[in-house]
């Protein structure tokens, strides 16, 4: 153990590879059922939407996937982030544990998003293709591909969920500020987003419909504009484990090595950058630590829903994969973390759940808001709601060992600042925010509407 | 020459002493004097404002100043900051010239402001003080001194420019969020404050007023309350000394010394502070460096200001002191800069272009955010608009290398994020904002009110 607080690995200690954990799962992969016949889907299919480049990443079976030098060029501009021990906040606590935060919210757009952004961008820039299309919740996504989009040229739309194009004004116009076209959620520009505004032209949009209008506009683009999807598949989850592979590096410039893992889990990808690297050691090296993924209660795709094929959209026209999921039509509550509002989770992640090596747990709105008050006023950093459900988990490791005498060595990752969600933090200063547990009666209801899936999937 | 394009001091290499400029400047210091008498102040007067170990700081001498042990410990928490070459914005604008930039926008409240907020808190903390007050524009300097009077468990009341308390909640919340209390300014709880309103009951204030408001608070508080100023004054701008004196050491790692040093300026803190330790080396070692402070051109101290003696505010209750000035009683146009909006500035910055040692210029508010947007887009970070006006400038200053040929090196200061300014980024690209440039008439006019100083001052 050093006496320093922060750990800043030279930009020359940059990860050169990113780490694929296709090569390590415990368990067999599961297929990607075509969203029409619910059979595997060919990589032709795949193509539809994504260049084959990132195809072949999303089977690629090598432990190993060199890391392009134009990505590692502009990953440099901001990477390697540092990685903070964040003694003020264990002296606040009292507690004998360790906690060390990996800090993405110095990226240009202030969360770990552009990791993969930058990664997509490339390669479809590699592949010929000029345009892309996304959806965004919140924002951060959105603007770490427009960032990105803008770097290497290609032209961009983006299928906003409605509510936040009009609530968090500032990240829209950061995705203008970088000449992305931005449309509120459902639009009239795509048939699912018509069929939308038909049933309820007072729609508010949601990610699964967002999704569906993004894919829609790919699909029908006649091969010239491709998809991005910030989160879920295999490539995007990849791409993000340059985060966690500083991480290691980090902690062993600290001296330590975590007895727990912590990351929120919305899609995965932010909990699979960080932790999956980790996840390696436990697999290959023996290693023991615990592997925490965080879900709000109001989402608790993880703790309560099913491990089963769904749909990535709402319209059922996404490939359809074996993951936890609320079921498609899941529509969650307006709660703050926007990223955290997905109804399914990665393949990978829920594989790793299901196989018992990352434990899931659930936070719920005020109990997360009140850690992410605690950490900014002792560390300083106001977190993204998202990141907060992290800090209310490394919050209660670290109170345990203080009960226990333990000092437990606690790593979780920050994976974004609230600068564009300060009205969230008012509100919860004003005691105007809920708590809001998914009942359970719900999530069954939301699960009638799993899709029939072919026996011995 | 490095192919580095990030360098990243060590936390082990953080400066142990800031550099005070009073030991070298090539000019004699200019007194303060009292606001009723115009006569020099004692150590006392200020003794009602400020704790006695900042006042002796403001008259120190020495050349180099320690820097406590727990500023250093906060400090460390994002200090040393990166520096980068903008090898991309270099590219876009075909130059030669290599430019480099300090990137203060990765601390906590997004800007330089903590540098002297945490200095001034583990002060008054030390001196016994329990409380204490200050003005805000935008919010910076509001927010980097609730951060450190949170750290160090002072009380704090902000008088917030009121146009600036409702157009820019997200900042006011960061404030509150570190348990300071936020009023809009003008407010009813000071006596100049309601002379304020009684006049116009409408008025959006101004850092002028509300500077009157925080510093009549201090001084009617029976000693309770001292006062706290984010610029201007000598120990401001040494404690923001650590910014330059960082940036050297990454020059120095980056093998080159650079021809041009730029900063913006507004009060002259974020300049003096990343400017005066190349100053140093000017005045000191023969260096040739040419430096450059860049005000907006809506609020013209340093290029169309008188050299004079005048009141730090509106209500001519502060200290005067010898500065470029507008005029106390100046209010400025509704620009986006709001940092940049200061009827006066620094004695020693005042002293070190009128006596030649740094060049100022002006900007206009269009040209500024032309750059900001081409800075985001090859860099990705998205600069405060302060911050904006030194881009301006290292581009105007590449763009000459490139139809010169020159190969000069150029570093510039990014003193802050523009996360807080995206409406004002909006309302660039609907071509919604204004250039404004000060008429020389009326700098006239505001300067007739400048008070009567006496002879030999």
Chains 1, 2 share one sequence.
């Not at 591909?145 to 739309?157: D, H, K, P, R, T």
């Not at 968090?168 to 069929?195: Q, W």
């Amino acid at each position: 153990m050093s006496d320093r607080t922060r750990f800043q690995l030279d930009q020359s200690r940059l990860p050169k590879a990113w780490y694929n954990i296709n090569a390590d799962m415990p368990v067999p992969p599961t297929p990607v059922l075509h969203p029409g016949t619910m059979q595997p889907v060919t990589p032709d299919f795949l193509g539809v939407l994504f260049p084959m480049n990132i195809v072949m990443q999303e089977v690629c079976q090598d432990r190993w996937v060199e890391i392009p030098e134009p990505v590692r060029e502009i990953y440099r501009m901001w990477r390697p982030t540092p990685m903070h021990r964040a003694v003020r906040l264990e002296k606040a606590l009292g507690t004998p544990a360790h906690i060390y935060y990996k800090n993405e919210t110095v990226s240009p757009v202030g969360s770990h998003k552009p990791n993969t952004a930058v990664a997509q961008a490339f390669y479809n820039k590699e592949a010929g293709t000029k345009a892309l299309t996304t959806e965004t919740g919140a924002g951060q996504w959105g603007s770490a591909l427009a960032m990105a989009c803008n770097f290497f040229g290609l032209s961009l739309e983006i299928f906003m969920v409605k509510i936040s194009y009009h609530q968090k004004p500032y990240r829209r116009i950061i995705m203008e500020n970088f000449d992305a076209h931005v449309f509120p959620s459902p639009t009239d520009r795509t048939h699912f987003g018509k069929r939308v505004l038909e049933e309820d032209p007072e729609s508010p949009g949601s990610l699964g419909i967002a999704i569906s209008e993004a894919v829609e506009v790919a699909v029908t683009s006649g091969g010239t504009k491709k998809y991005s999807l910030g989160s879920v598949l295999g490539h995007v989850m990849m791409h993000q484990t340059v985060i966690g592979l500083e991480a290691l590096e980090q902690m062993e410039m600290a001296g330590e090595y975590p007895d727990v893992v912590i990351a929120c889990a919305g899609g995965g990808s932010n909990f699979a950058g960080f932790a999956f690297p980790f996840v390696h050691k436990n697999l290959t090296e023996g290693k023991k630590t615990k592997i925490v993924a965080v879900e709000p209660a109001s989402c608790p795709t993880l703790t309560k829903g099913k491990y089963t094929f769904d749909f990535g959209d709402t319209a059922a026209t996404a490939p359809s994969v074996k993951m936890y999921t609320l079921g498609h039509t899941f529509i969650p509550p307006g709660i703050h973390a926007g990223g955290l509002r997905y109804h399914g989770m990665a393949p990978s992640v829920s594989a790793l759940v299901n196989h018992g090596d990352v434990v899931a747990r659930s936070a719920r709105q005020l109990e997360t808001f009140e850690a992410a008050v605690l950490f900014s006023k002792t560390e300083g950093i106001i977190p993204a709601p998202e990141s907060a459900h992290a800090i209310r988990a490394a919050i209660d490791e670290a109170i345990q060992c203080r009960e226990s005498g333990q000092k437990k060595v606690i790593a979780f990752n920050l994976s974004g600042h609230g600068h564009f969600d300060m009205t969230a933090y008012e509100s919860y200063h004003h005691g105007l925010l809920e708590d809001y547990e998914y009942p359970d009666h719900a999530v069954e209801e939301a699960m009638t509407h799993l899709p029939k899936v072919p026996a011995g999937s």
